[in-house]
């Protein structure tokens, strides 16, 4: 008997919850629940219909939507039939998101009608698109100009799909990062990355009892968006597992603290911005959070914010990853006896990259790929290996030799290692200040501003100085009144204590009404120096 032919294929996701706990439910906003069982005949559906129209193993379908049911369910059925996902990010300018369509070569768009205008204002230079299918919430829609409405569609399909086996190393999903410089880059990932990143996130966050934690007993919430790497690959994990998922659609925050308590969630991600909205919120103060798991990523967790979300009572910790690398490489999880420790040593470890996944190799490396000393001190920069890292970038050899120079995906984050293998990132590459000659950190003076009560957000960027080439300024977003000196002489506190390099004295505040985002929500750097460091 053969066994070496078994494909690592998205497919074996969808086998384990609609065989064993078919009456689970998915529940999209407070409006549609359906089971397991209902979930693989509606992507059953899904394979018949784009079969129908014509689509053939590697064809690109794209989907513009809100996180949704839907979106899952073409998570699902497109992957399955040897087709491409191409997860449009709908925050992106309309000239970004037409280069990415025509990049990747998108067959049909899948696209909420909420998203209609953008593709208006474009469509008339759309080259490669045959077809468009609405995703509608309203009966008066108009279907001008598209093959048909996602539901009524699915509504003539069989509930029965024979789906086939081909290469686990055929692509399945594509995206495109929100780089600093020119237009996105393109990343891609086969069926066995994503098979393995699933494994690999779902053994790694299961291998302690104590701390964080996901289960078939969890309910499981992303509010990460899932045009942003897979939803950072949970859906995939969430459907392996077999638990209730909820999503949320259009991120409104009465709406996602009313599902968190009505539903019952128990486990979610975001990153830090996100967290920030949900905490301000008054409604916040009169629930009940005790059992509310969340990973945190995309950006760094301040502490005051971490400590703030503990004393509610959520289980938050860090998660680390980047769009190239599908993307969870580390979580920071803690031991039976860490979380016996003081609050604030709790958020010290919390805030941390943390320790890698099963089967990622990282390594901190100095400018000639030497790996640096293991004492917390020391700091150089991630480079990873792992069996679901992105082979390259779409259609970008340069780019690509770049990120895997020497044999290792470079990360371009900054960080340091402990004797326990506990990884910090001190900050990004581009992002470092060379304050006459010394490197002073960027995150770790946002960690200590933001620790200040009258300090809503944070973010520091370099400015020219001629005595010092750089030196921090700090863009500063109260809660209350705040005089600049008082920012100053809580920070200089922290560097007197030895906390911060002694560079960081010459700090300069800036206090501001907003700090520019990403469209996934992290502080926009680029942005913010562009605006404000050669007008200081």
Same mark, same amino acid.
């Given at each position: ?74 998570? =699902? ?149 899932? =045009? ?303 605006? =404000?460091?050669?007008?200081?």
């Amino acid at each position: 008997m053969q066994t070496d032919n078994y494909q690592l294929l998205i497919k074996n996701i969808l086998q384990n919850p609609s065989r064993y706990n078919p009456n689970q439910e998915i529940v999209y906003k407070d409006q549609i629940r359906i089971t397991y069982q209902e979930f693989h005949q509606r992507v059953a559906k899904l394979a018949n219909l784009l079969t129908s129209m014509g689509v053939k193993q590697g064809d690109t379908i794209a989907v513009m939507d809100y996180d949704s049911h839907r979106y899952l369910e073409l998570y =699902f059925a497109i992957p399955m039939i040897g087709a491409i996902l191409h997860m449009i990010n709908v925050r992106l300018s309309p000239e970004q998101i037409l280069y990415t369509i025509d990049h990747a070569e998108d067959d049909i768009i899948f696209i909420h009608k909420d998203f209609l205008p953008i593709i208006e204002q474009i469509k008339g230079r759309i080259d490669t698109v045959k077809n468009y299918i609405l995703i509608s919430e309203d009966e008066n829609t108009s279907l001008e100009n598209v093959y048909g409405e996602y539901e009524e569609l699915l509504s003539k399909q069989e509930t029965l799909y024979d789906f086939p086996d081909f290469s686990e190393n055929t692509r399945a999903t594509t995206f495109y990062t929100t780089g600093t410089t020119g237009m996105p880059k393109g990343v891609y990932f086969t069926h066995r990355q994503l098979v393995l990143h699933t494994l690999g996130v779902s053994t790694s966050l299961n291998a302690s009892i104590y701390q964080g934690n996901f289960h078939e007993d969890d309910v499981y919430m992303p509010i990460t968006p899932m =045009f942003h790497v897979h939803a950072w690959g949970l859906p995939y994990v969430a459907t392996l597992l077999g638990v209730k998922q909820v999503y949320p659609g259009k991120y409104i925050p009465d709406l996602l603290l009313e599902l968190i308590e009505k539903e019952k969630v128990t486990f979610s991600h975001c990153v830090p911005t996100i967290l920030h909205m949900l905490l301000s919120n008054p409604k916040m103060e009169n629930m009940d959070l005790s059992k509310w798991k969340v990973i945190i990523g995309g950006a760094a967790l301040p502490k005051a914010m971490c400590k703030k979300a503990l004393l509610m009572g959520i289980d938050i910790f860090t998660g680390y990853g980047m769009s190239e690398t599908c993307p969870i490489l580390s979580l920071a999880k803690l031991s039976k006896e860490e979380l016996e420790l003081d609050i604030d040593t709790q958020c010290d470890i919390r805030v941390k990259t943390g320790k890698t996944l099963a089967f990622v190799e990282a390594k901190i490396v100095d400018e000639e790929m030497k790996e640096i000393r293991h004492n917390g001190e020391d700091t150089g920069e991630i480079v990873v290996r792992a069996p679901w890292l992105t082979a390259g970038y779409f259609k970008d050899e340069k780019n690509s030799k770049n990120l895997w120079k020497g044999g290792y995906l470079h990360t371009g984050d900054v960080a340091n290692i402990n004797e326990k293998s506990f990884i910090k990132i001190t900050d990004r590459t581009k992002d470092i200040i060379k304050v006459g000659g010394e490197w002073v950190s960027s995150l770790e003076l946002e960690d200590i501003i933001n620790q200040h009560p009258n300090v809503s957000e944070v973010a520091v960027i370099s400015m020219p100085d001629e005595r010092w080439g750089e030196r921090p300024l700090a863009l500063v977003v109260t809660n209350k009144e705040t005089e600049e000196k008082e920012i100053l002489s809580f920070a200089k506190e922290f560097i007197k204590k030895g906390i911060m390099a002694r560079e960081s004295m010459l700090l300069k505040v800036k206090f501001v009404a907003s700090i520019d985002k990403t469209s996934v929500g992290k502080i926009n750097k680029k942005a913010l120096r562009e605006n =404000f460091s050669a007008k200081q």
